[in-house]
């Protein structure tokens, strides 16, 4: 079956860089996501790649797609303290119609 | 963005009681609805889709008499936890398909999630 990790657990400063990881197993990937989960609220799309793209940018996020290493990523410029949350990558497949898999979610806390 | 309401957002039961939890598309129409079971600092596990007016299809490996799942109307889909024990505690997380407005992408929206302890 598909396998996705992430790694666990990052902490930045406030105004770096984050990058958070994930690596799959599925080569049938359609569409692949980021998503954010804060305390006590649900999943929020923060953006999505096509599998057949290398990179898309939206404002202080950029993704970038290895499909030969079946490596995505994610990256924040200039965290702030509002980007500590629990950001979980997924995947849709060919012939999984809208179910997603996600991946094992990473904690990134931002701190002063 | 669209809503979607999840309750209780926690709950606490004794082993053997069931427990129910809804799942509720406020600005829209959901024919499909997920549910998720994510353990600690594991990932989100589908355990069943949930269409409008029919059957709900499990994954392998959920038990469909243990958990189960209604949804008798366009915004509305519930999980019912029957005779829960402590090892059915999870977080369990709900969302739903907004097919018609929505560009493919963008057309599934979280609950916020419940979590259940089974003492």
Request: charge should be negative; proline fraction near 2%.
């Amino acid at each position: 079956g598909e396998d996705v990790e992430q790694s666990l657990f990052l902490s930045v400063r406030e105004g770096d860089s984050s990058v958070i990881n994930c690596t799959y197993t599925d080569s049938s990937s359609t569409y692949l996501y980021w998503y954010k989960q804060e305390p006590g609220a649900g999943l929020q799309l923060l953006t999505y790649i096509f599998s057949n793209m290398d990179m898309k940018q939206d404002q202080r996020l950029t993704v970038l797609l290895n499909k030969k290493d079946k490596h995505l990523s994610l990256r924040i410029a200039d965290t702030q303290t509002g980007d500590s949350a629990i950001y979980f990558c997924a995947e849709t497949f060919t012939g999984g119609g809208n179910k997603l898999t996600f991946g094992t979610g990473t904690q990134l806390k931002v701190e002063l | 963005g669209a809503v979607v309401s999840q309750h209780p957002s926690w709950v606490i039961c004794k082993s053997g009681t069931s427990v129910k939890i809804e799942c509720r598309s406020l600005d829209f129409q959901a024919t499909t609805m997920f549910w998720y079971r994510q353990f600690p600092k594991q990932s989100l596990m589908l355990m069943a889709t949930s269409n409008e007016g029919s059957k709900a299809t499990y994954e392998q490996g959920v038990e469909k008499d243990k958990f189960l799942i209604n949804h008798a109307s366009l915004t509305l889909s519930t999980l019912t936890v029957t005779s829960a024990h402590p090892e059915d505690s999870s977080f369990y997380i709900c969302s739903a398909l907004d097919a018609l407005n929505r560009a493919e992408f963008e057309k599934l929206f979280f609950g916020s999630g419940t979590q259940l302890s089974v003492l």
